[in-house]
């Protein structure tokens, strides 16, 4: 069986994910030369993306296939953290990671290779220094980015991520923090006294696109409270990244006078902060939604 329908398939293997993806990593270095360690990375997901739309997926009745804006963002913000290392670090890093999302109960056997590869990388966390390394590492994405700021949700809002295993003192620590200063330690908080770097990552990964994503929604809902334009607001939220199911919801959110719980089908995630608008809500549903897409990209 060749390769790529061994990495498609229910029962991938470890090696099959890892070599896979290091397949497509070289293939994206051969097409394109002289570009950011971190466009290599992108490129390695999102060429895993094309050839799995070829293939008979349930995913495909989603809607979602098409929608390359949403993937190219959510590649980029897979693959961040890693595009400070170098090669070979920088693909065997992913490709572990990506065990870790396709299988995570055959993980634990890299769990010792992978904390030593990122290690460095939770050291410029600690120090401060990630977004400056990142500059230095990949000046022309980071051109193309036209930002080095992010904006971060308060408390209430990051609840809306999915990680049930919060507690409010484990929140409250996060959110003092959040950022370039957040510890290794705080994160295992988070998840629930999980030590793995795979859960570092997935958090990290999860809460950088939360914070941009609703950052997006919520200029899009400050922008048609002025001119009461829905369909800019569908466009510019990011909601035209959602499946239309998740769309309808959204929008029934939307002109409630109160919020209102969870997605159909998704267990209660949200605050339950019954003071916000429907309005208000339905920016957290469209960030949560898009950041949960991200899994798919494996």
């Known amino acids: 069986m060749k390769l790529e329908k061994r990495y498609f398939s229910q029962k991938a293997r470890p090696k099959d994910i890892i070599g896979y993806l290091e397949t497509n ?8 030369l002289n570009e950011d360690e971190h466009q290599y990375l992108i490129d390695t ?39 400070v290392l170098d090669y070979p670090a920088s693909i065997s890093a992913l490709s572990l990671y990506a065990v870790y999302k396709r299988i995570p109960m055959q993980s ?9 590869t990122i290690t460095p990388i939770v050291k410029m966390y600690e120090a401060g220094v990630f977004t400056d390394v990142y500059e230095v590492k ?35 620590m996060f959110y003092k923090r959040f950022g370039e200063y957040l510890r290794k330690e705080e994160f295992k908080m988070l998840a629930g006294g999980e030590s793995s770097l795979f859960t570092w990552t997935k958090l990290n990964n999860k809460i950088r696109c939360f914070c941009k994503k609703i950052d997006r929604a919520r200029e ?8 009461g334009d829905i ?9 035209v990244d959602l499946t239309s199911v998740q769309q309808k919801y959204v929008l ?23 003071n916000e608008t429907g309005k208000e809500d339905a920016i957290k549903q469209i960030a949560r939604e898009i950041t949960l897409n991200a899994d798919l990209l494996y």
């Open 252 to 274: 029934e959110t939307f002109v409630l006078e109160k919020a209102r719980l969870g997605l159909p089908g998704v267990e209660l995630a949200t605050s339950g902060n019954w």
């Open 45 to 83: 997901l999102l060429l895993i993306h094309e050839r799995r739309k070829t293939l008979p997926s349930p995913m495909r009745e989603l809607g979602l296939w098409e929608k390359e804006t949403m993937w190219n963002s959510l590649a980029f913000n897979e693959t961040m953290l890693f595009s």
């Open 108 to 116: 634990y056997q890299y769990e010792e290779e992978y904390d030593k």
């Open 25 to 32: 990593y070289f293939k994206a270095r051969q097409t394109h």
């Open 231 to 239: 369909e800019r607001f569908i466009a510019n939220s990011g909601m």
């Open 220 to 227: 899009a809902l400050e922008q048609y409270q002025k001119d």
């Open 138 to 172: 990949n000046p022309k994405v980071m051109k193309g980015m036209g930002e080095k700021e992010y904006i971060f949700p308060n408390i209430e809002e990051l609840k809306q991520i999915g990680l049930e295993l919060m507690d409010e003192e484990a929140i409250n």
